[in-house]
């Protein structure tokens, strides 16, 4: 443990990062699995990487947030390999989708011919946004050093990057593909299988093992970072989408093979039929067996995509070229899309299934019930298995169970914080306000958010659960205060971010994307303000599954523990170093309130508490400007 401890020593003294690396080098040589709570400031990810790279551990990260990952790749590791002392080899991998298909864009530009994509109006591709926006990216091509899609600069548009790139799914391999010495994603793969380290998103990696690990190399260990996204990220990862999209993909990908057919038509027209079949369902969850209408549709549709691949298959299987790269990748997705319409119609007793999306654009999902269990089988089980480390500042209630780890070879730590939050934050409950049902109420929550902000002097975060709350409340902050007030879709994310940062008495509103994933330290924030505590829909159509299974106890076992996860995520945007200080302000009267109430505040740092607002409102007024006679003194609520 000496070699970990000198690793991690530095200017400041962190007895939790300390404690957490000895846990995860124990957990690495014992080969036992490792749940490890650690709070903002603990620097977790130096918490796992030291220990990880001084053992020789091969590693796989997932993290469920792109600023996790550009941490790690930008900052954390090229720091490791600097100063630790050992080699230390890492990678960036992303799903296949991610990197540009030099197959695909030669097909499309193939020997110098018009592009033949239909414009979305049906116009010719040439001339119009369609077009050119291909040409721009076939450019790129002959000059990109990844093909990674986050090297543009400029963001292509969702019908012109899927002309350009294909899914794993859809891949017929390097060694059936004419372009398969030039294929990026090939080449990050072939950079990932000789890493130390590869960095993944938590997306990635349940695709993996939906694809029984075909998609990243041999791991010692995997680091499930921020893992309290895991259950419902490999949720959806191990379960089924089947939408009308898919259809009009393999129409496009078919048609130049065999012009003409009617089985391309068939699967065009199937999808359209589809689409207007789910259209009416959307938002709700499907029952058993389903509707007649429905069962009927995407029994046509997996007829047709069947007679479709017997066409593509009985017009020959060349070795070569650039026709049989394409007729390839069409079996592929026709395969695959006939497997899903299999599983949907004939769904296993422990899945769900639902309709999302608008209804232009519906989409159908399975996805199984217990997601802990397809973990338990597909991940933790066999000799070959990787030890877990899952690690987060917040990890949710039972969350050993519910993702499927072995409890008799799991242990859990909780190194908490080195942030002192009773000095440094104040947690605020306006228990005044009227219920939240109370007509009263939205009129009264924005004069309290008013007053707020203006004793912050700006400086404030507002966390919100729905769109329309967030503009509603943008609008009346901007006519009444003098400060700038920003709002989620201004601006890419992390501009946005760094805009809010830059401009010390600027307010940030948004909603559930910015509750985790955003640092902002300094004096920039002062002032965390949180909507309504952010309880799940009740009328999620997996959750209410599986509140059905679970029955009287589901409040407490599934709609409590996330919303207090998420409270904490958002409430964790305040204190980010040491010399932070500010308030977090719930408008929602139930956390004072509610008998629930202390499961929620338990789940928060160890904030002081008060429930009235001129307390908050003094200390806001000593933060923004603090007594001259006591330079860089704070002052601490009444």
Request: aromatic share 4%; with cysteine; hydrophobic share 45%.
């Amino acid at each position: 443990m000496e070699r970990v401890t000198c690793a991690l020593a530095g200017r400041e003294t962190r007895p939790s990062q300390v404690a957490m690396a000895e846990a995860v080098a124990a957990a690495a040589s014992r080969r036992r699995h490792l749940v490890v709570q650690a709070g903002t400031g603990t620097g977790k990810s130096l918490g796992y990487l030291v220990p990880l790279l001084l053992a020789g551990q091969r590693v796989v990260v997932a993290t469920a947030t792109k600023a996790l990952q550009d941490q790690l790749a930008d900052r954390d590791l090229p720091l490791l390999a600097a100063r630790l002392g050992v080699p230390v080899d890492f990678a960036v991998l992303k799903g296949r989708s991610n990197y540009l298909c030099v197959q695909r864009v030669r097909e499309l530009d193939r020997a110098g011919e018009q592009l033949p994509i239909p414009e979305p109006d049906g116009a010719s591709p040439g001339p119009g946004p369609l077009g050119r926006e291909l040409r721009r990216l076939a450019a790129w091509a002959g000059e990109a050093a990844t093909g990674d899609r986050a090297e543009l600069a400029f963001e292509p548009s969702a019908a012109a990057w899927s002309q350009v790139s294909v899914g794993s799914r859809d891949c017929p391999g390097a060694g059936r593909c004419p372009s398969g010495g030039d294929c990026f994603a090939e080449a990050a793969r072939a950079r990932a299988a000789g890493a130390d380290v590869v960095i993944v998103n938590t997306h990635l990696y349940a695709a993996h093992l939906a694809s029984h690990g075909e998609l990243l190399p041999p791991h010692d260990v995997v680091v499930f970072d921020e893992a309290h996204e895991l259950e419902d990220i490999a949720s959806a990862s191990l379960g089924v989408d089947v939408s009308p999209g898919r259809f009009a993909a393999l129409e496009r990908t078919a048609a130049p093979l065999v012009p003409g057919s009617a089985a391309v038509e068939g699967v065009a027209e199937a999808g359209r039929l589809l689409a207007a079949a789910l259209a009416p369902l959307a938002g709700r969850r499907l029952p058993r067996p389903l509707p007649d209408a429905l069962a009927v549709g995407l029994g046509m549709a997996r007829t047709r995509v069947g007679a479709l691949d017997a066409g593509l298959r009985g017009r020959g299987d060349d070795k070569a070229g650039e026709d049989a790269a394409r007729r390839l990748r069409a079996q592929q997705a026709a395969l695959h899309l006939a497997e899903d319409l299999d599983a949907v119609l004939e769904p296993d007793d422990e899945t769900v299934a639902w309709v999302e999306g608008p209804e232009h654009s519906p989409v159908l999902r399975l996805a199984p019930l217990d997601v802990g269990a397809a973990l338990a089988r597909l991940l933790w089980s066999g000799e070959q298995s990787p030890t877990g480390v899952l690690t987060s500042a917040t990890i949710p209630p039972r969350v050993v169970e519910r993702v499927g780890l072995p409890v008799g070879r799991t242990d859990s730590l909780d190194v908490g914080s080195p942030f002192d939050y009773p000095s440094q934050a104040l947690l605020y409950c306006a228990a005044h306000l009227p219920p939240r049902k109370d007509p009263a109420f939205e009129a009264a929550a924005l004069e309290e958010l008013i007053a707020l902000v203006r004793a912050a002097g700006g400086r404030t975060m507002a966390l919100f659960t729905s769109y329309r709350a967030m503009t509603a409340a943008a609008a009346c902050v901007a006519a009444a205060l003098p400060w700038p007030v920003l709002t989620q879709g201004d601006l890419p994310k992390p501009a946005l971010v760094a805009r809010f940062a830059a401009e010390e008495e600027s307010c940030l509103f948004a909603t559930l994307g910015f509750w985790q994933g955003v640092d902002v330290p300094g004096r920039s924030l002062s002032l965390v303000v949180i909507d309504r505590i952010p309880f799940p829909r009740p009328d999620d159509p997996l959750l209410e599954a599986r509140r059905e299974r679970i029955g009287r106890a589901a409040f407490g076992l599934i709609d409590l523990p996330r919303a207090a996860t998420l409270l904490a995520q958002g409430a964790g945007r305040l204190i980010r170093a040491s010399t932070d200080r500010g308030v977090v302000a719930v408008l929602d009267p139930r956390l004072a309130t509610a008998r629930y109430r202390w499961e929620l505040v338990r789940a928060l740092p160890p904030m002081r508490r008060t429930r009235h607002r001129h307390e908050v409102e003094a200390w806001l007024a000593e933060l923004r400007d603090p007594p001259r006679s006591r330079p860089g003194a704070l002052g601490r609520p009444g």
